[in-house]
């Protein structure tokens, strides 16, 4: 019986990781408070690698993510939800606007990411829109928690 549930669970699983995603590869452009541009690649069915990079307060990111997909988010072909975690690194200059440095000089920052979000194929052409959140941790240059990074990210697929 236990043979014959783990045989039933990776059918299930390589079934749904065979359709996770509609395309192989995505890039385009994130707006929200850290604009810029997104590379998203699949790198097994469910899986997919993003890079990011992204600019705020006369600074930039470059973030790395591991992400799972999963297909059929509210029962919808084509709308896809995602989770997954990964790394920033980040140079800043001091700017009048920006809260976290007071100073002038140029900073670092170098932190953790998670990020959730949701994601539409369009079907007759070759583009997907999606909203995601993605909450970060710094652990060097201005330590601390961080929630405000949400953003519409829209992609050429092919």
């Known amino acids: 019986m236990k043979k014959l549930l783990i045989v039933l ?3 299930f699983l390589v079934g749904t990781a065979a359709t996770a995603q509609d395309y192989n590869t995505g890039i385009g452009i994130r707006g929200g408070l850290w604009n810029g541009l997104t590379v998203k690649h699949f790198i097994s069915g469910n899986t997919a690698i993003e890079g990011l990079l992204t600019t705020r307060w006369d600074g930039f990111n470059l973030t790395g993510l591991y992400q799972i997909h999963a297909p059929g988010a509210f029962d919808v072909p084509r709308l896809n939800w995602y989770y ?3 790394a920033h ?3 800043f200059e001091g700017h009048p606007r920006n809260p976290w440095f007071t100073s002038d000089s ?3 920052i170098l ?3 998670g990020i959730i979000g949701i994601e539409y194929n369009i079907e007759p052409i070759p583009f ?3 909203l995601d959140w993605k909450p970060f941790l710094n652990l060097l240059g201005n330590v601390g ?3 405000d ?3 519409i990210s829209v992609r050429f697929i092919f």
Do not use: E, P, V
């Open 111 to 113: 932190g953790l990411d």
């Open 9 to 11: 669970t990776l059918a």
């Open 145 to 147: 928690f961080r929630a």
């Open 106 to 108: 140029s900073h670092t």
């Open 128 to 130: 997907n829109i999606s």
């Open 84 to 86: 997954g975690a990964g």
């Open 149 to 151: 990074d949400i953003a």
């Open 89 to 91: 690194l980040g140079f």
